[in-house]
């Protein structure tokens, strides 16, 4: 993969080209990425597959038209075109009265060191044992039938932003996964499935593929024999998997983009109560191995810890730049943006406290 330097002068060089060729802004994103990952069922090996990916972003400004545009080359010429093409779309766009890139004084100062890519990098036969490992963990559990398969990836991606307002920012992530899927039962008598993964951003810090395939195979093997509950009043326990579809539909409807336009149901409930007061939700982009952490959003703007629901109390909006303006506030830290698209609001590593 080529280096930080490399893409900061390369993004550095463009926008400067993009701001001589006519317009008043500009910033870009560089994303490259290498892949490996594995599939295996039965015993046998099913896929083994590598793959690597750079494709590069330019957004303009003039005035307050912008216009994105995306490419995989990065030749003189190549880049002339794409500059080329970007102006010319941005002044035959309609105005956006809230677009535009971030105050120097609003740049993030300090970033903090997240430990969020792995310097090793797995061999294809350790991806192999992973996934083979996990389901033979999962057939070996009594009642389990037949295995759907298990998989094993690795990836690392370096993403290399750059603007004209002074903003520069290089980072490399990593991430490996394993899962499994079971079936356990018969035709006859009925069948169930169940499946279990694991994901982090070191490989070492990964959970043991035989607790996942024991996991999935045990909670196939659960399912079997299911009845209907009577009606009743109970309380009731959500799994992890399910519980964070109640924090999904949370994070939807605080996105600063839908409260901008009117279309979330909490957009007149911004300090009131929205929870029970023992719940409290918080966000975390700053935790060190996080999944998704990042020290700062795809605007350059700080991003910290901060609870979103306290006590049961929404403290806060989801907020980019464009969202923020819109409803006459502040950037929250929460741009998040990719190579063909503008930014927009994005939760990081959120979770329900105990």
């Given at each position: 993969?080529?280096?930080?330097?490399?893409?900061?002068?390369?993004?550095?060089?463009?926008?400067?080209?993009?701001?001589r060729g006519g317009a008043d802004a500009a910033d870009a994103i560089l994303a490259q990425s290498v892949s490996l990952s594995v599939v295996y069922r039965l015993g046998e090996l099913e896929k083994l597959e590598r793959s690597e990916s750079a494709d590069l972003g330019l957004r303009v400004l003039v005035g307050r038209r912008q216009a994105i545009v995306s490419s995989s080359e990065r030749g003189r010429e190549a880049l002339d075109a794409l500059v080329e093409r970007a102006v010319a779309m941005a002044r035959?766009?309609?105005?956006?009265?809230?677009?535009?890139?971030?105050?120097?004084?609003?740049?993030?100062?300090?970033?903090?060191?997240?430990?969020?890519?792995?310097?090793?990098?797995?061999?294809?036969?350790?991806?192999?044992?992973?996934?083979r490992t996990a389901e033979e963990a999962a057939l070996a559990v009594a009642g389990v039938t037949n295995s759907e398969g298990s998989q094993a990836g690795w990836g690392r991606t370096s993403v290399t932003l750059a603007g004209t307002n002074g903003f520069v920012h290089a980072r490399t992530g990593s991430g490996c996964s394993v899962s499994v899927s079971a079936l356990a039962g018969e035709g006859a008598s009925g069948m169930e499935s169940d499946y279990d993964y694991a994901s982090a951003v070191y490989f070492s810090d990964l959970r043991a593929p035989e607790d996942i395939g024991r996991a999935a195979g045990e909670g196939a093997v659960r399912r079997?024999?299911?009845?209907?509950?009577?009606?009743?009043?109970?309380?009731?326990?959500?799994?992890p998997r399910v519980a964070r579809g109640l924090l999904s539909h949370l994070v939807g409807a605080?996105?600063?983009?839908?409260?901008?336009?009117?279309?979330?149901?909490?957009?007149?409930?911004?300090?009131?109560?929205?929870f029970a007061s023992p719940i409290?939700?918080?966000?975390?982009?700053?935790?060190?191995?996080?999944?998704?952490?990042?020290?700062?959003?795809?605007?350059?703007?700080?991003?910290?810890?901060?609870?979103?629901?306290?006590?049961?109390?929404?403290?806060?909006?989801l907020l980019d730049l464009r969202s923020a303006r819109q409803?006459?506030?502040?950037?929250?830290?929460?741009?998040?943006?990719g190579t063909s698209s503008p930014p927009s609001p994005s939760a990081t590593n959120v979770y329900l406290e105990p």
């Open positions: 993969m080529t280096s930080d330097g490399e893409h900061i002068s390369l993004l550095s060089d463009l926008v400067e080209k993009a701001r035959a766009v309609p105005e956006d009265p809230y677009c535009g890139l971030a105050d120097p004084d609003e740049l993030a100062a300090a970033l903090p060191d997240l430990d969020i890519c792995d310097p090793h990098e797995p061999s294809s036969g350790q991806l192999v044992t992973l996934a079997l024999g299911a009845r209907k509950v009577p009606t009743r009043m109970a309380p009731v326990i959500f799994a605080i996105n600063g983009a839908a409260v901008a336009r009117g279309t979330s149901f909490l957009k007149d409930r911004l300090g009131e109560s929205v409290t939700i918080i966000e975390d982009p700053h935790r060190r191995r996080g999944l998704h952490s990042k020290p700062c959003d795809g605007e350059g703007i700080a991003t910290r810890r901060r609870a979103l629901i306290d006590a049961g109390v929404l403290t806060t909006w409803l006459g506030l502040r950037s929250t830290g929460h741009a998040a943006r």
